[in-house]
């Protein structure tokens, strides 16, 4: 096998939650590219049915399923639909998130478990169900989305940090216990991206973020879906329990944003 066909991704079955907008539909979009079948799943049909479109538009076949991954029967209700229309599912992408800024004295008990439960239960939930069918084939990826803030503490975003760094730790506890049945798991780590929810936000703080960064540009969604094919590749055989830190030369060091 070339180096090229490495990259390739031809007929896997390929799952990417949020894959309505954003970086989910970049990962979706470039999975197609790459050969695969894609499975959208959102909570928004229209969203998730225009990704499908576009998929279909690029040769390879679309499954939209909406459904809220934070609530198990939906989950299950969505990989028994992904496993009913393909038959196999060899890729999940953990991709759904979000949060919002608070300071750390206003965060409500409500608030901090609704940020958790977003942005590390759907983790929890997605994976687990699509374990089964991976380790029935004995084989299978997982790329979950983390993200910069994960790997430092940010003023602001205590809520969104600590589950995002949940998630690289439960990244790296998945890799171990599921290796020995050929699923690799890895975790990608976003630094600032322009996306339609986070654009007003960035531009607000557009100068403070430049200066943390050495590329001097916001990433895009096409800048993580790049990293999320390369380590849902046969060329990342021998990668698991990593993050990836696709961020621009974010500087740790500073910590205005």
Known sequence: ????????????VAVVTGAGRGIG???????????????AVARTLEEIETTASEVRALGRKALPVPAD??????VQGMVDKT???????????NNVGGAFPAHFMEISERAWDGVLRQNL??????SQAVLKAMIEQQKGCIVNISSGVGRIGTAG?????AAKAAVINLTK?????????????NCIAPGPVATESASDVMEKRKDAIMSTLLIKRFGTPQDIASAAVYLASDAAAWVTGKTLEIDGGLLFAARQI
């Open 25 to 39: 539909k970049g990962i979706a979009l470039a999975f197609a590219e790459a050969g695969a079948h894609v499975v």
């Open 157 to 161: 975003l205590a809520h969104y940090g």
């Open 173 to 185: 506890a998945m890799a171990e216990e599921f290796a020995r049945y050929n699923i690799r798991v």
């Open 1 to 12: 096998m070339t180096i090229l066909h490495k990259f390739q991704l031809t007929d896997k």
């Open 83 to 93: 496993l009913a229309e393909f038959g196999q599912i060899d890729i999940l992408v």
């Open 121 to 126: 239960k759907t983790c929890f939930l997605c």
């Open 69 to 74: 991954v934070r609530d198990r029967q939906q």
